[in-house]
């Protein structure tokens, strides 16, 4: 019985023994589960990092292009200021002002600007219509003796301040037509009116030769708009 006692001691040990090397590798293998996760988690911010490198790059690059172009631009641009060429005209090139385009206001050929087109605004011209108050009996016999059609026309802009006053819009376009000896027939395009709604206001005046005086017969008004047109009350305005 005593040699059977002695030896339950030892057994005891060994167990003990197999069990802290199983705690051993368990710890082990913890260790290693938390250091793959940790290079896991730091490949991962990596690769996030080097994704955001490359569209930096790309920001950069498109960048680097946009600079290059606008260099590029003000170089032609200085290049036009020394040599003296003029800028290109925002018509077609082969306008003039013949036929019904004696009637045309240019500007309205003129690309929408970037505010414009962001706003829905579409340029729109009136149709021509009756100048009521403008061919007076008392202009034609006040100024009763005119000898030419140029000279009834420039007297008429000088009494609606037109010549006076430049500062009210950016531009004034005189055309005439001679249709026949006593008859002549003028335009007189204002564009660039300090007004939000209405961009220009256009004259066609009817000239003719009475007794060696020239009068005027009829003047028309045509209205261009630069939000486009309403109606009220049946009549079409500018918005």
């Known amino acids: 019985m ?36 940790e290079e896991a988690a730091l490949e991962e911010e990596i690769a996030l990092l080097e994704a955001e490198l490359e569209d930096v790059e790309a920001e950069r690059n498109e960048l680097l292009d946009q600079v290059a172009d606008l260099e590029q631009e003000l170089g032609e641009m200085a290049d036009g200021e020394e040599t003296g060429e003029e800028a290109p005209s925002p018509f077609a090139d082969d306008w003039t002002p013949h036929g019904d385009r004696f009637y045309d206001q240019v500007w309205m050929y003129q690309e929408q600007t970037e505010l414009e087109a962001d706003a829905g605004f579409e340029r729109e011209s009136l149709d021509w219509r009756d100048a009521f108050g403008e061919a007076s009996e008392t202009f034609n016999e006040t100024h009763g003796d005119l000898a030419t059609a140029e000279s009834l026309l420039y007297t008429w802009l ?57 009068e005027i017969a009829d003047i028309e008004v045509r209205v261009h708009c630069r939000r486009g047109t309403t109606e009220m009350d049946g009549e079409v305005l500018c918005q």
């Open 158 to 214: 000088g009494e609606r301040n037109m010549l006076e006053h430049p500062d009210s819009f950016d531009e004034l376009t005189v055309r005439m037509n001679h249709q026949e000896d006593n008859l002549a027939e003028a335009v007189v395009l204002k564009w660039g009116l300090r007004d939000d709604a209405i961009a220009g206001e256009d004259f066609r005046l009817t000239l003719e030769e009475i007794d060696g005086s020239w």
């Open 2 to 37: 005593k040699r059977f006692a002695g030896f339950v001691p030892l057994s005891l040990l060994i167990l003990t023994g197999c069990a802290g090397d199983n705690e051993d590798n368990q710890a082990n293998e913890a260790d290693q589960d938390t250091q793959s996760s």
